[in-house]
């Protein structure tokens, strides 16, 4: 214990004592004080690299969630454009109606002196409720006109900015049909 513990002060014939022996303690203190900073020193090092190894598997778990949460909301924006897309499908498909019975109505509508020279029906793609109809009628005139528009009329369209051009022998009719859902 003496080569641990050694006296700093030796102790002088008259002229003084040595240190008193509590502070024979002080370089025992001295030495537990390094080897606890060692201690501490290397479980602080330990901590540490503990730390960055979860901080890095988290970031590598956050990157990872990241992209699924990427792929879902891909996945979501897609299926809510195809719904919207089949959305206006539908709604398409509910405001057109099929136009063969307003051809035929025309058809049957022609007196015995008239005829059909031209008959166009256009259907807007953006209001499928509404087609454009242009007639051009040989013979018969304005009656003519008359006879099938009220046969048009019998299939629920009601028409919308009539203009009829009266010729020679020919009758232009142009107008817009809008089918009525009211009945």
């Known amino acids: 214990m ?4 050694h006296d700093i002060k030796t102790e002088r ?7 008193p022996g509590a502070l024979k ?7 537990l004080a390094t080897v606890a900073s060692l201690l501490l020193t290397v479980f602080f090092y330990l901590s540490q690299k503990a730390y960055e190894k ?3 598997e988290m970031t590598v ?32 498909l509910e405001g057109s109606h099929p136009l063969q019975p307003v051809v ?5 509508s022609m007196g015995k002196d008239s005829t059909i020279a031209e008959l166009a029906l256009d259907r807007n793609p953006e209001i499928p409720a509404h087609t454009f109809m ?7 005139g304005s ?26 022998n020919s009758t232009d009719f142009q107008a817009t049909l809008i089918y009525n859902t009211k009945k």
């Open 2 to 5: 003496e080569s641990i513990i």
């Open 13 to 19: 014939q008259n002229v003084s004592e040595g240190l």
């Open 25 to 31: 303690l002080v370089p025992v203190l001295f030495y």
């Open 54 to 56: 979860r901080e890095s």
């Open 61 to 92: 778990r956050l990157s990872e969630a990241e992209v699924l949460q990427n792929g879902y909301l891909a996945e979501q924006e897609s299926i809510v454009a195809e719904s919207k897309q089949a959305e206006g499908y539908a709604e398409w």
């Open 104 to 108: 035929v109505s025309i058809g049957r």
């Open 134 to 140: 242009q007639l051009k009628i040989d013979g018969g």
């Open 143 to 168: 009656q003519q006109i008359e006879t099938t528009l009220n046969d048009i009329y019998a299939l629920n369209y009601l028409t919308y900015s009539a203009q009829q051009v009266k010729g020679r």
